[in-house]
Antibody
């Protein structure tokens, strides 16, 4: 069974930093692109970032480019999101999500999310 | 970036009725569009990708159609568990983008 488990969320002040983790099991982790998608309270979904299976290629939404860094450790089956210079508008539930096995940039498995709150 | 506009914002229907949800893209995404269902307190669930391909385990009452800029998700006969919010997502051009969602509620 494929499982994705996020951690690392919490309350942080504006301008602060946080690192999210997503532990993945039940699949060959290095074979799949991985993503972070967020959802502000009561709002819709926003794609944040993607990393290829071998970690060579990364993509970011304009809203986080230059502030967030996606990475992965295939030896630990874990995905990361380093978030710096956090703003109030970054407050959201952050999901990790896996590309489909067909290689499409759409997500067939999701974690349950970790909540990030940016507030003073 | 590609903007996806979903309509209507809310659809009020009864169980057994047919639901038709629309997603329009600001420019062509070819057939690279998918649909998700999200229930309160849950992560999204992939229903459709490549405009018309059902994801693993998705019932046949869910179908997708369209190409280019206009797409439709159809639920042929609503079951009680289908009342939820539905999002479209284009997987053609970076950055990946989602529509604003359509809530299907019980009439």
């Amino acid at each position: 069974e494929v499982q994705l488990l996020e951690s690392g969320g919490g309350l942080v002040q504006p301008g602060g930093s946080l690192r999210l983790s997503c532990a993945v099991s039940g699949l060959t982790f290095s074979s799949h692109g991985m993503n972070w998608v967020r959802q502000a309270p009561g709002k819709g979904l926003e794609w944040v970032s993607r990393i290829s299976g071998n970690g060579d290629n990364t993509y970011y939404a304009d809203s986080v480019e230059g502030r967030f860094t996606i990475s992965r450790d295939n030896s630990k089956n874990t995905l990361y999101l380093q978030m710096n210079s956090l703003r109030a508008e970054d407050t959201a539930l952050y999901y990790c999500a896996k590309d489909t096995s067909s290689g499409r940039y759409i997500f067939d498995y999701w974690g349950q999310g970790t909540l990030v709150t940016v507030s003073s | 970036e590609i903007v996806l506009t979903q309509s209507p914002a809310t659809l009020s229907l009864s169980p057994g009725e047919r639901a038709t949800l629309s997603c329009r893209a600001s420019q062509s995404v070819s057939s690279y569009l998918g649909w998700y269902q999200q229930k309160p307190g849950q992560a999204p669930r992939l229903l459709i990708y490549d405009a018309s391909k059902r994801a693993t385990g998705i019932p046949a009452r869910f179908s997708g159609s369209g190409s280019g800029t206009d797409f439709t998700l159809t639920i042929s006969s609503l079951e009680p568990e289908d009342f939820a919010v539905y999002y479209c997502q284009q997987h053609s051009i970076w950055p990946l983008t989602f529509g604003g969602g359509t809530k299907v509620e019980i009439k």
